[in-house]
């Protein structure tokens, strides 16, 4: 597996430094992000997608524990805590690797990365059928993508605008667009993501989608500027 991107939850400024110091001799990562509470880390989790995670179980603002219990779809998940006794309830939870218990050296860390790389995050796409198949609720729906508008987040789910009707999946936006089409859909903001043969319009700051609005977000630009030259390229978008 190819870690490309974690996210090391962590309080601690101490920690955060030494765990960054350990995973810069681990060069198996394209971008490590950090962050110090819980509610910074939901709003990560459910935006951007995490390969990996670092999790301390006491945060100031929130259990990690109940981030475990809560998050749908979390990434292999190592957990760094300075009490034991959390041990057998992260793991009962489920998605935890490995609990690292503060000190830990260099080894025993390599050693929890180790474990966390034997993990198969692959999931079945069903994108080259022309469609994909979400949860939603407690029953799988399926959605063509054809006739998805656009897909909006929506706090740790997502919200799928279809033919002009909401529905919300128990998918964050991240795990949504490893599963469409780079082709047919552009994320075009961390809170949005457009079908591109529904655009009507564009302008330097929005996309619209007939009468909607979708705000375009600076790191996007890129995608943007793609779409600008695909829209002007296809006559039967104009």
């Known amino acids: 597996m190819n870690i490309r991107q974690c996210l090391i939850v962590e309080d601690s400024e101490p920690f955060r430094l030494l765990i960054e110091s350990y995973l810069k001799k681990i060069p198996l990562f394209r971008t490590v992000k950090v962050c110090e509470s819980y509610f910074e880390a939901i ?133 949504l667009n490893e599963q469409l089409d780079p082709y047919q859909f552009i994320r075009v903001h961390k809170s949005y993501i457009i079908n591109i043969k529904k655009v009507s319009s564009i302008d330097s700051k929005q996309v619209w989608l007939d009468k909607v609005s979708i705000p375009m977000g600076k790191s996007y630009k890129p995608n943007f500027e793609g779409l600008l030259r695909l829209f002007d390229k296809n006559p039967s978008m104009n």
């Not at 706090?155 to 279809?162: E, G, L, R, V």
């Open 43 to 175: 709003d990560i989790l459910a935006t951007e997608k995490i390969d990996l995670l670092f999790l301390d179980i006491q945060l100031p603002d929130g259990s990690g524990l109940n981030l475990l219990r809560t998050f749908p779809n979390l990434p292999p998940t190592i957990i760094i805590t300075s009490h034991s006794d959390y041990a057998v309830e992260s793991y009962e939870i489920g998605r935890t690797v490995d609990f690292l218990l503060k000190p830990f050296d260099f080894d025993r860390f390599a050693l929890a990365v180790n474990r966390a790389l034997s993990i198969n995050l692959s999931k079945h796409s069903f994108k080259d059928q022309g469609f994909i198949v979400v949860k939603m609720g407690r029953t799988l729906q399926r959605f063509n993508l054809e006739e998805i508008d656009y897909i909006e987040a929506y706090t740790i789910y997502s919200k799928i605008i279809y033919n002009g009707t909401t529905y919300v999946v128990n998918e964050i936006i991240s795990a």
